[in-house]
């Protein structure tokens, strides 16, 4: 065994997911010079500095710091519904599958299932979906987007494809929520500015610790008054953190440093997309639009991935026969040359 050998072998290229980043040396900088105090009581300045600053960019009132997406979404429903409503999403959506059912055990909600193009709702979908009013129906009481999809392999929403949306949620007295995981994987790929969000949404959870590149943390923007429920509601969650502004500080210097760079993993990922496109064992792939690509395997893609991992390309497969790539910041353009390289021999 040469040295060539071992020096490829030893190559890892994790394209499971964004949320297997680790904090680079100036974002842990960041960390440890944070001001921090007990967040319960109000006092950590920069987690308090992090909640403006979003709330500023995407043009809402306030924000609220929380330790996972699901916590900031489930929160989000529960502040927008009673008991015995309804709230209606496409099937993909991430409130729905993978956050272990906590619509129903969190707000005693019913979900109503759309069928989206690649997740991607249109106010004409929504629109004969909302009940009537009738003791028979649970009461509509919400409607929940995502941008990007995860499931859809990071499609997105333009505004001017939310706005309708948000105009038929105005009309028939729904609320409307943005599971924002990947908001700016959007931005960066429609060119749409953050600050126009703010007035078609009620809520709009932000995820820090996925391509932004923090190790823990999202954000829930909101009114004023929201968040002031929200609050409780985090509380009684368990997700009252005390000096966490530690964590913020990492998502204060994400958003300074990690957002333009998002379009390099766009970039890798429809380099990707390209190359597989090309290979005589995989039968289709659904163009990237951001940093997410999904492909399909003509074999079963569970022996696909064992191949992959013995060449150090880590992925996961969403279906039989689809594996999912995703992009991020710990992938450099030399794994992306070795990705494409070792997917060339992999017969
Ligand atoms: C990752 C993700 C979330 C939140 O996940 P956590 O792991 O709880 O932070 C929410 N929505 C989407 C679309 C996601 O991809």
Redesign the pocket.
Same mark, same amino acid.
């Given at each position: 065994m040469g040295d060539r050998h071992q020096v490829i072998t030893t190559m890892i290229v994790d394209l499971r *997911?964004d =949320?297997v980043t680790k904090p680079t040396p100036a974002m842990l900088e960041a960390m440890m010079n944070a001001k921090v105090g007990d967040d319960v009581f109000g006092e950590d300045e920069t987690i308090n500095a992090l909640e403006t600053k979003l709330a500023a960019m995407f043009n809402m009132e306030a924000g609220l710091f929380c330790?996972?997406? =699901?916590?900031? &979404?489930q929160i989000a429903i529960k502040c927008f519904t009673q008991p015995l409503d309804e709230l209606i999403a496409d099937q993909t +959506?991430?409130?729905y599958r993978?956050?272990g059912g906590g619509i129903a055990f969190n707000s005693g909600v019913s979900t109503r299932l759309l069928y989206g193009d690649r997740g991607i709702l249109t106010a004409e979908m929504i629109e004969p979906e909302i009940n009537a009013e009738n003791i028979h129906f649970p009461h509509t009481s919400l409607v929940v987007l995502?941008n =990007?999809? &995860? #499931?859809g392999g990071g499609s997105c929403y333009t505004l001017s494809q939310i706005a309708p949306i948000a105009q038929l949620c105005k009309e028939r007295g729904l609320k409307l929520h943005l599971?924002? +995981?990947?908001i700016f994987n959007a931005l960066v790929h429609t060119g749409d500015k953050a600050a126009d969000y703010g007035q078609y949404f009620d809520g709009i *959870?932000v995820?820090l *610790? #996925?391509g932004l590149g923090a190790p823990v943390g *999202?954000v829930l923007l909101a009114s004023k008054e929201t968040i002031k429920y929200a609050r409780r509601i985090r509380k009684v969650m368990g997700g009252g953190m005390r000096q966490a502004g530690f964590l913020a500080a990492a998502g204060i210097y994400a958003l300074d440093h990690h957002v333009e760079r998002l379009k390099i993993d766009h970039a890798h990922a429809a380099l990707l997309g390209a190359e597989l496109a090309k290979l005589p064992w995989i039968s289709n792939v659904i163009p990237a639009d951001t940093n997410i690509l999904l492909f399909d395997t003509v074999e079963p893609a569970e022996p696909v991935l064992k191949k992959l991992a013995e060449k150090g390309i880590k992925a996961n497969a969403t279906d039989k026969h689809r594996i999912r790539f995703v992009l991020h910041l710990d992938v450099h353009p030399e794994q992306v040359e070795y990705a494409v390289s070792s997917l060339k021999s992999l017969v």
């Open positions: *997911s =949320t330790p996972s997406g =699901t916590m900031t &979404n +959506a991430h409130v993978y956050e995502e =990007t999809v &995860n #499931k599971d924002g +995981a990947r *959870s995820c *610790s #996925k *999202s």
